[in-house]
């Protein structure tokens, strides 16, 4: 780390192994361990006793609460947040005396997705734009956009707009956020943001 240019916060009891890259303005807090080659955008948080795996990709502004493990094979794109004790996965069938790193999965969560405190993701997955995992959710499928889902295993309940509310369609199928004044149009079993 010591050729690394630091433009960004790191507690005394973090560890940074080399060839990380880290963007400026991130915040990387106690007992946190970013493990070689990973890559953390600007503006990101880490919270404390975080794990971030060799190759993981972090975008902007990722919110990471404490007690998160993100393993290899992991993407986040900006402005996603991942919740209190959340955990990925990246082996579909792993064993203690079976090696699989050769069998890693690639789980991809999209732009401004929201992940909640104690959910479980199932590697091999795609987590839509904007989506929202409730608290305790085990996925073990795809995430549509704007989904909101929830239980174990998650199921689709609703759907939330880009400020984190619930949606209500109206028979024209058009939904308005009350906070943004965005405006969501139903579109068979999918919606869009149309303004």
Not at 11 to 33: L, M, R
Not at 67 to 75: A, E, F, L, R, W
Not at 135 to 162: F, Q, T
Request: net charge neutral; aromatic share 8%; proline share 3%.
């Amino acid at each position: 780390m010591s050729e690394m240019k630091k433009d960004f916060f790191a507690h005394e009891t973090a560890i940074i192994d080399d060839g990380c890259v880290i963007g400026s303005g991130t915040k990387i807090y106690h007992f946190t361990h970013l493990m070689s080659d990973c890559i953390i955008g600007e503006n990101c948080n880490l919270g404390q006793n975080v794990v971030v795996s060799p190759q993981v990709i972090l975008g902007r502004n990722v919110k990471v609460q404490n007690n998160v493990s993100i393993y290899t094979g992991v993407i986040c794109e900006d402005d996603v947040f991942l919740g209190p004790s959340m955990v990925f996965t990246n082996v579909i069938n792993p064993r203690s005396a079976v090696v699989r790193k050769d069998q890693y999965q690639k789980t991809l969560v999209k732009r401004g997705a929201t992940i909640g405190a104690n959910a479980t993701i199932i590697c091999g997955i795609t987590i839509g734009e904007f989506a929202f995992i409730g608290a305790g959710a085990v996925v073990s499928k795809d995430v549509k956009p704007y989904s909101l889902v929830v239980g174990n295993p998650a199921k689709h309940i609703g759907w939330m707009s880009e400020f984190g509310q619930r949606l209500n369609f109206d028979e024209k199928g058009i939904a308005v956020c009350s906070e943004s004044g965005q405006r969501y149009e139903m579109k068979g079993a999918s919606i869009q943001r149309i303004s």
